[in-house]
């Protein structure tokens, strides 16, 4: 597609429900980002793909937080036994080879009641 | 680690005037990449700028510009002739340079600045 593509846009869930929320990046990007923005703060990072493989997930704050990509193009970021702390919004990047610049999605902001 | 602090939390500038929005970083890196993202309500981020650390000369892009002082380790962001589509959330990021070219080009965030556009 022509940008990161990002759904659902706002998710609205129960404390201690599972989430699922899914990235569709730049086509031809290999190196895929997601962010957990909270209110008020800047995007801090969570993990990073390069092509299938996490290459780097050292800001996943806990294990009820997992992301998949498995053919190497949509990504799927999943939060089970959420929280209200995981109240945020979460943003998805991508990023062409050899670039330093990445592209970012309009987020998908998840409420948890 | 590196960390991103922008000190104004909300700062406002008449229509058609010239506002500077202050950044400082924390690095022991010697290259890096500086970046002004914005962010307006649809909540995309949104490259603005972007500054070479090994560049001396500050970056510009029509009327936005930086003052990149790295001695100081300061990257504030100058936008002139401020529009009504300049109100948005200002973030200043850090990118470490990845000499490999197989790093993570992880960015870190300032916790931003809320820039309002009178009319």
């Known amino acids: 597609g022509a940008g990161v593509s990002q759904t659902p846009s706002n998710k609205v869930t129960e404390k201690g429900k599972y989430v699922e929320l899914r990235c569709d990046p730049i086509?031809?990007?290999?190196?895929l980002y997601w962010y957990r923005q909270s209110l008020g703060q800047g995007p801090e990072f969570l993990i990073y793909?390069?092509?299938?493989?996490?290459?780097?997930d050292s800001g996943l704050p806990n294990d009820r937080f997992f992301a998949v990509r498995p053919e190497g193009s949509v990504s799927t970021l999943k939060i089970q036994r959420t929280e209200r702390g995981d109240s945020a919004v979460y943003l998805c990047?991508?990023?062409?080879?050899?670039?330093?610049?990445?592209?970012f999605g309009e987020g998908s902001r998840l409420t948890v009641l | 680690a590196q960390t991103v602090t922008q000190s104004q939390p909300e700062m406002s500038v008449q229509e058609a005037e010239t506002v500077t929005l202050s950044c400082t970083y924390d690095t022991s890196e010697n290259n890096y990449y500086l970046f002004w993202y914005k962010q307006p309500p649809s909540r995309q981020m949104i490259l603005v700028i972007r500054?070479?650390?090994?560049?001396?000369q500050n970056a510009t892009e029509n009327r936005f510009s930086v003052n990149f002082q790295k001695a100081a380790k300061s990257f504030s962001l100058k936008i002139s002739d401020s529009q009504l589509g300049d109100t948005a959330m200002y973030f200043c990021?850090?990118?470490?340079?990845?000499?490999?070219?197989?790093?993570?080009?992880?960015?870190?965030f300032g916790k931003g600045t809320k820039l309002s556009v009178i009319p």
């Open positions: 793909f390069q092509g299938t493989g996490a290459a780097d």
């Open positions: 500054q070479e650390a090994y560049k001396q």
């Open positions: 990021a850090f990118m470490k340079h990845e000499y490999s070219g197989a790093g993570s080009y992880q960015l870190t």
């Open positions: 086509s031809g990007h290999t190196a």
């Open positions: 990047a991508s990023r062409g080879p050899n670039t330093g610049e990445l592209f």
